[in-house]
Structure formats: C-alpha cells, structure tokens
C-alpha cells in the first residue's frame, strides 16, 4: 500500500505561482510513477504531469507545457509541481497519483493509477 498526501494549494492571483507538494509513503517501488491530475467540476480529469521516480522520465499536458515543472526529491520521498503564470483554467483539485511497474504515458496519458492523495484546491482569480 501507498500513501500519498499533498499540500500546497490556494488561491492566487492570475499570473502568480504556487508549488504543490506531494509525499509518499515509499519510494521504494519498482518503475513507481507520481503524477498529478486536474479535476474540474463538468470536465474529464486531466492529467497534468507525471514524473518517473526512478529514471526522471516527465510528462506535461500541452495544456501547462512551459508553465508547470515538476520535480522528485527522492531523500524525500517528495514530488513537487512549480506552476508558475497561473491562468483562470488551472483552477481545479489537484489529486497526486501513483502507481508502480508502469510508465509516465501509462498514469498521465492513458490515467491510470492505483494510488490516489485526498486532492487540493487551486484556484486562480482575481
């Protein structure tokens, strides 16, 4: 089993930033994948990002390509998202994912894991 729990979100201010942590119980793991998916009431979830904690292997939705980087520490079991120039459309609940064996396209294309944070709130407004 895998915990996962996040922190870091908030309102901001069209053109601000926010960093969105997520800790892992383990990141011991075979090919364990931790992304992040972008839920908004009456839209499909998106999958935002995904990182490969082993390899460093990323993906980005065309959606934040530019925009967002995310990160792993692995001292820390952490995956980090730096979304900087926030529009109004990243407003949503950010819910880490995770899953093991598997690849970034797989969880963050494809949205597909086995493991899920409580999610948090991003919202972008003036």
């Known amino acids: 089993q895998l915990q996962l729990v996040e922190s870091g979100g908030g309102l901001v201010q069209p053109g601000g930033s926010l960093r969105l942590s997520c800790v892992a119980s383990?990141?011991?793991?075979?090919?364990?994948?931790i992304g992040w998916f972008r839920q908004v009431p009456g839209k499909e979830r998106e999958g935002v990002s995904c990182?490969?904690?082993?390899?460093?292997?990323?993906y980005y939705a065309d959606s934040v390509k530019g925009r967002f980087t995310i990160s792993r520490d692995n001292a820390k079991n952490t995956v980090y998202l730096q979304m900087n120039s926030l529009k109004p459309e990243d407003t949503g609940v950010y819910y880490c994912?995770?899953?093991?064996?598997?690849?970034?396209?797989?969880?963050?294309?494809?949205?597909?894991?086995?493991?899920w944070g409580q999610g948090t709130q991003v919202t972008v407004s003036s």
């Open positions: 383990r990141f011991t793991l075979n090919s364990l994948v």
């Open positions: 994912v995770a899953d093991d064996l598997t690849t970034v396209k797989i969880v963050c294309v494809d949205k597909r894991g086995d493991y």
């Open positions: 990182i490969s904690v082993h390899d460093g292997a990323t």
